[in-house]
């Protein structure tokens, strides 16, 4: 059973980033649901089990602040029975994105939305508790209107104000196309797409430098990245729309992982390192500009 084949490491100078003093990013760990590594990744042992992460990540950018992805919702116990039994699994909820915000004194003035690097249940369900827009692109919006893994996002997203952003940039690190939110390259959105069809990877610079890559389900835990494998066939089958487009975004990050911190979704250990949202964050963060509408401005 071969892994993927070695990918040319990328070698041109990485995209200019300008991203500002205050710019920081925190994790919001919701909760986690277990799976073993044979269904997780290509050739993982079914003694492995694995406890899938539920998490989303807090963007702070003095023109204003951006979620990637929900996390489990109040209703998670719900969403996790619309599914088909067999995608049913031991879940283990925590606080929701809603209620760490509160806990923490977060101005809630200051988020712009939520951007989802796709609509399948475990990543958008905490949208039931967050009445902020929903950052979501055409393709994408498109799938979770049709596609039968839909379900959950259309029930979460009643009533939400839906912003649809444009991919109106240039090839970003491999990707065919993008989207810079701010204008300043601290956060770039890449069109993925395989997995659903406007999946997304949602690259982030901080002021240190340091590069983070959030690249949704192009694998769904780090030894993707570190073996080259790719989920089990019949997983591949089942959980994407296209395998290959899947098979080449993820040559694209394995090709990167020396130079940037490497983040699927749904691997607890890959968010070590970035600081959960402390309960000081509003007395930290006083003195940052309000929130502008159009983060590009």
């Known amino acids: ?25 925190y994790q919001l760990p919701t909760g986690t649901y277990a799976t073993r590594a044979a269904f997780a990744v290509r050739g993982g042992s079914l003694r492995d089990k694995r406890h899938f992460a539920a998490t989303a990540i807090l963007v702070q950018h003095p023109k204003g602040d951006l979620l990637i992805d929900a996390g489990f919702g109040s209703d998670v116990a719900a969403h996790v029975a619309t599914l088909p039994r067999i995608a049913r699994a031991p879940h283990q909820a925590g606080r929701t ?10 101005d809630r003035s200051r988020l712009l939305g939520v951007l989802v690097t796709h609509s ?23 799938y979770a209107a049709k596609d039968g893994d839909g379900k959950v996002f259309r029930a979460v997203s009643a009533g939400h104000e839906i912003h649809e952003y444009e991919f109106d940039g240039p090839a970003y690190l491999g990707f065919s196309s993008s989207f810079d939110v701010y204008g300043d390259g601290s956060v770039v959105v890449a069109l993925a ?12 610079t901080l002021p240190s430098a340091q590069r983070y890559a959030f690249i949704g389900d192009l694998t769904w835990q780090f030894d993707g ?15 994407d ?14 090709a990167l992982s020396d130079l940037m911190h490497i983040v699927p ?3 607890v250990g890959a968010y070590d390192g970035i600081p959960v949202l402390p309960d000081s964050w509003a007395a930290a963060s006083a003195g940052h500009a309000v929130p502008s509408t159009n983060p590009a401005s």
């Open 120 to 142: 399948h249940w475990d990543h958008v369900s905490g949208l039931d508790e967050l009445q902020v827009p929903i950052w979501i692109n055409a393709r994408e919006r498109e």
């Open 1 to 25: 059973m071969s892994p993927l084949p070695v990918p040319v490491p990328w070698s041109d100078p990485l995209p200019a980033a300008e991203p500002p003093k205050e710019l920081a990013i």
């Open 193 to 204: 797409g395989g997995h659903t069809t406007g999946s997304v990877v949602v690259f982030v």
């Open 97 to 106: 994105v809603t209620e760490q915000l509160d806990a923490s004194g977060y």
């Open 265 to 267: 979704a749904h691997d």
């Open 241 to 254: 729309s296209d395998p290959e487009q899947v098979r080449q975004g993820l040559l694209h990050v394995i």
């Open 225 to 239: 990245v570190t073996r080259r494998v790719e989920r089990p066939l019949l997983l591949r089958m089942l959980a």
